[in-house]
């Protein structure tokens, strides 16, 4: 079966830090990869989407980065925080296929300070 | 892109009573709703999807409608019980990209 493992859980960072997030996917080959920032009580905000290895698209301008150095593996950065990315960070997969769900990562919870 | 909205964005009801969740859309290539439920502090969870070729699906207590004419699609839950509170989220998938509506936040009474 297939799992998605996000970490950390939570982290706390200070404004001017870098950020290293990290996703993987097993039980799967080829996944479509997603990252999401969710502010407390609000939507599901895409940053980024992967649909292959070196393959990123960005939906929002940001000081955020993203990469997928190998297939299971997608990573979202930082090189400085602003108070404005804290929030909870998903990652999430699906498979190539037009009536596919999407699963989603347990989260990384951000606060920066 | 795609664009989807969805409503109300609270919504609090008796144990027992049924809720309903609508959302609409605007690009017609999407061929695919998903609807995701996230409790508290927990990742979002699909409890029910629908294909752009079925009307209607049903899963016991939830069921989910679309209507691809006029662009919209809902979430029914009946016999709602305290456990159904949580955040639910609609999606459109036109392509790769999954578009999420702002979510509802569904709170039963005891």
């Known amino acids: 079966s297939q799992t998605i493992h996000q970490w950390p859980a939570t982290l706390v960072q200070p404004v001017g830090s870098p950020l290293s997030l990290e996703c993987t996917v097993e039980?799967?080959?080829?996944?479509?990869l997603y990252w999401y920032r969710q502010a407390a009580g609000r939507g599901l905000q895409l940053l980024f989407y992967s649909v292959g290895i070196g393959q990123i698209s960005s939906e929002v301008p940001q000081n955020l980065s993203a990469s997928r150095p190998q297939d299971r593996q997608f990573i979202l950065s930082s090189k400085k925080l602003l108070l404005s990315d804290s929030g909870f960070y998903l990652c999430?997969?699906?498979?190539?296929?037009?009536?596919?769900?999407?699963?989603f990562g347990p989260g990384t919870r951000l606060t920066v300070l | 892109g795609e664009n989807v909205e969805q409503h109300p964005s609270t919504l609090s009801v008796q144990e027992g009573d049924s809720a309903v969740i609508k959302c609409t859309y605007s690009?017609?290539?999407?061929?695919?709703f998903p609807w995701y439920k996230q409790e508290l502090g927990k990742r979002p969870q699909l409890i029910i999807d629908?294909?752009?070729?079925?009307g209607e699906k049903k899963d016991q207590r939830i069921a989910v409608t679309l209507n691809k004419t006029a662009k919209h699609f809902s979430l029914h839950i009946t016999e709602t019980q305290p456990e159904d509170s949580a955040v639910y989220f609609c999606a459109g998938k036109p392509g790769n990209q999954f578009y999420f509506g702002t979510g509802t936040s569904l709170t039963v009474i005891p």
């Open positions: 999430a997969w699906s498979v190539l296929r037009s009536w596919s769900e999407q699963f």
């Open positions: 629908i294909r752009s070729n079925v």
């Open positions: 690009d017609s290539a999407s061929n695919y």
């Open positions: 039980g799967t080959s080829n996944p479509n």
